[in-house]
Every structure is written in C-alpha cells, then in structure tokens.
C-alpha cells in the first residue's frame, strides 16, 4: 500500500502564493513520478504539474509560468509553489503518485486532497 498526506491548502487572495507539500509512504520499490492534480465543481478532474524522478516537469498551460513543482528524492515529497493565483485557481488539489511496487507491478496512487481557494 501506498499513502500519501498533502497539506498547505488554504484561501488566499488573487495575486497571492501558496505551497502544496505531499509526503509518500508505503510499501513500494520506487516513485516514478509525483505530479498533482486539481478539480473544480462541475468541472473534470485536471493534471495540474508532474515530474519525474530525474527532474523533468511538465506543466498544464493554465499554469506555466505560475507554479514550480519540486521533489525530494531521498524523502519521498513532492511540493508545488503556486505564485501569482487566480480565481480560477481554486479547486480540490490531489497529489498522485506513480510507482514501481516491485519488479513487474506497478501502481497509482492518490491522496486525501486538499482545498485552494482564491479570493478576487
């Protein structure tokens, strides 16, 4: 099994900044990615920003430019810094996480989620 804990939710105004953190433990050999996701009401579920185990990022348009996610291998976390939010902004933010559970496994993994809300 893997968990995940997410934390740093909150309201803030437009123009304002906010960091997302996640924290992965479980049985499991590796993660390869750690990205997070975000869902609005009424609307579909969204992959927000991942990144891989080497470094590389990938980034929605809505928010390149806005948000940077980071990792840290050694302690199995995954951060997003979130600058310059928008009202559109404001969802249910998920963190997920791929992993290899053993040779010839793999799984998908979700946390609790976590509430942004931006104030105009």
């Known amino acids: 099994q893997v968990q995940l804990v997410a934390s740093g939710g909150g309201l803030v105004q437009a123009g304002g900044s906010l960091i997302l953190s996640c924290a992965a433990s479980g049985n499991f050999f590796s993660i390869d990615v750690m990205g997070w996701y975000r869902q609005a009401p009424g609307k579909q579920r969204e992959s927000v920003a991942s990144?891989?185990?080497?470094?590389?990022?990938d980034y929605a348009d809505s928010v390149k430019g806005r948000f940077t996610i980071s990792r840290d291998n050694a302690r199995n976390t995954v951060a997003l810094q979130m600058n310059s939010l928008k009202p559109e902004d404001t969802a249910v933010y998920y963190c997920n996480v791929k992993t290899t559970i053993r040779i010839g496994r793999r799984g998908d993994s979700w946390g609790q989620g976590t509430q942004v809300t931006v104030s105009s």
């Open positions: 990144i891989t185990r080497g470094g590389s990022a």
